[in-house]
Each structure stands twice: as C-alpha cells, then as structure tokens.
C-alpha cells in the first residue's frame, strides 16, 4: 500500500518557476511509473509527465520545454518543476504511482497561475 502526499500547490504567477512535490509512504515494489498528472473541470485526467521504470521521462507535448520531472533514485519522491506556466496550466495536480499491481493517486492539489 502506498499513500502520496502532494505539496506546493496554490497561485502561481506566470513569471514564476514553481515546485510540486510529492512524496510516497509505504511499500511499493515492481514500480513502473511515477509522475504527475492534471485535470480540469469537464475535462479528463492528462499526463503532465512521468518517469518510467527504464528512466525515461515523458512529457505532455504542452510540457516539453517548460516542465522538468525529476525523481530521487530508489524513493517513491517526485518533483515537478514548471517554468513558464501559463494560465491554462491551472488544474489540480495528481500525483501517481503504477506497480505491476496497483496504481496509487494522491488526493490531488490546486494550481492556479494568474498572468
């Protein structure tokens, strides 16, 4: 079992580079992909970006360039760090977690960028 804990989420300004973390507590073995994900109202849940049990990262095209994912080795941690965010960067963020097993999800938290 896995619980995620997710943090730095509230406004953003455009001009800012910003940090999301998320942290994983418990076990969690076979780990295939890390990573964050986004929703807006009425929309489904995107990738942002994820690293993957070879270590590769992908990206969201709308990611590429702007977004950096970056993992510590061996730990359930992930940081994602936006720079230039936009205003229709303003979701709530998931953090994730897929085993072989399961898929954990944080409780997601609000990022909202203002120009």
């Known amino acids: 079992q896995v619980q995620l804990e997710e943090s730095g989420g509230g406004l953003v300004h455009a001009t800012d580079i910003h940090k999301l973390s998320c942290k994983g507590f418990?076990?969690?073995?076979?780990?295939?992909?890390i990573g964050w994900y986004r929703q807006t109202p009425g929309s489904e849940r995107e990738l942002v970006a994820s690293?993957?049990?070879?270590?590769?990262?992908i990206y969201a095209d709308y990611a590429k360039g702007r977004f950096a994912l970056a993992r510590e080795k061996g730990d359930l941690t992930v940081v994602l760090i936006m720079g230039r965010p936009e205003p229709w960067d303003t979701a709530v963020y998931y953090c994730?977690?897929?085993?072989?097993?399961?898929?954990?999800w944080g409780q997601g938290i609000q990022v909202t960028v203002v120009s």
């Open positions: 418990g076990s969690a073995t076979n780990v295939l992909s």
């Open positions: 690293v993957e049990d070879t270590g590769e990262i």
């Open positions: 994730m977690v897929r085993t072989t097993s399961a898929t954990y």
